[in-house]
């Protein structure tokens, strides 16, 4: 009796599983909104509000940029500083005393994932931000990163990217199966592939000194995004590369361009 309900348990969790997999419909189209879609709206850079707007137009992922406070809370913001503050000095009650010019609080990571996970077009592109106080610091923002995606299940919509290549193979280290792309601009496409990233995200001024990365990147099953890519002959450029993904500031110039 004991083996028959585990079985009929574990039959019911499969049909789950593939259900919501089923559900997990992302956008294929190329465009990353850089810290959410902010720019037309307006609104303010990774905000809740920003992150909404990316989803309204179907682009296939928002960037965001996470920070970890005094006091250990981690918040999307893009700077080392909110209004004269620095994060990674002062506690998440201190931020919250300036709100964002939206009036929306400054968001942790984790209403920021939330908000992302009530929807299952736009992937949410997770930089972690390298310390500027110490390197143990980092790997402590990373390890925590990972535990909070881990955490609310988001792995599904979470892609990381980091300037630090060290926060990357921290990342790699404690979920081998995280889509990771370097930022720097500093590494061949076979040393990423050599260390088990998802790509690179480099940005467009490294691309165009080096084009055959593209083609080396894609021989090796990397993928390959551009940032900030905000003209419109530096997207067309791209877009001919037949490029994976496109960061920009204006994803509504992106899409005219692809359709």
């Known amino acids: 009796m004991v083996h028959r309900i585990l079985l009929i348990f574990l039959l019911l969790e499969t049909v789950f599983l593939q259900s919501n997999a089923q559900q997990m419909n992302f956008h294929r ?4 909104a850089h810290r959410g879609a902010w720019k037309a709206a307006p609104h303010p850079q990774n905000s809740l509000a920003s992150l909404q707007q990316a989803v309204a137009l179907g682009c296939e992922g ?5 920070w970890m406070t005094a006091d250990g809370v981690l918040v999307a ?3 080392a500083d909110h209004e ?3 994060i990674e000095e002062v506690t998440y009650a201190e931020l919250l005393k300036k709100p964002l010019p939206n009036g929306e609080k400054i968001p942790t990571v984790e209403e920021y994932i939330r908000k992302g996970m009530a929807q299952h077009g736009t992937k949410l592109i ?4 390298p310390s500027r106080v110490s390197r143990e610091r980092g790997q402590e923002l990373a390890t925590k990163s990972v535990a909070l995606v881990k955490k609310l299940n988001a792995e599904q919509w ?3 990217i980091t300037f630090d290549y060290d926060i990357g193979l921290r990342v790699l280290e404690l979920d081998p199966d ?3 792309a370097y930022l720097m601009g500093d590494k061949t496409p076979k040393e990423l592939k050599e260390d088990g990233f998802f790509g690179f995200d480099y940005n467009i001024k490294t691309v165009k000194a080096n084009p055959q990365w593209i083609e080396e990147a894609h021989a090796l099953g990397l993928t390959v995004n551009v940032w900030t890519v905000n003209k419109e002959e530096d997207m067309q450029w791209l877009l001919e590369k037949n490029v994976d993904y496109i960061t920009t500031d204006e994803p509504e ?3 005219s361009l692809i359709r």
């Open 29 to 32: 189209n190329k465009v990353i």
């Open 62 to 66: 928002s960037e965001f940029d996470a």
């Open 77 to 79: 913001n893009h700077d």
């Open 84 to 86: 004269g503050m620095v």
């Open 126 to 129: 997770f930089e972690i931000k």
């Open 158 to 160: 979470v892609d990381y």
């Open 178 to 180: 995280a889509n990771v």
């Open 253 to 255: 110039k992106l899409f």
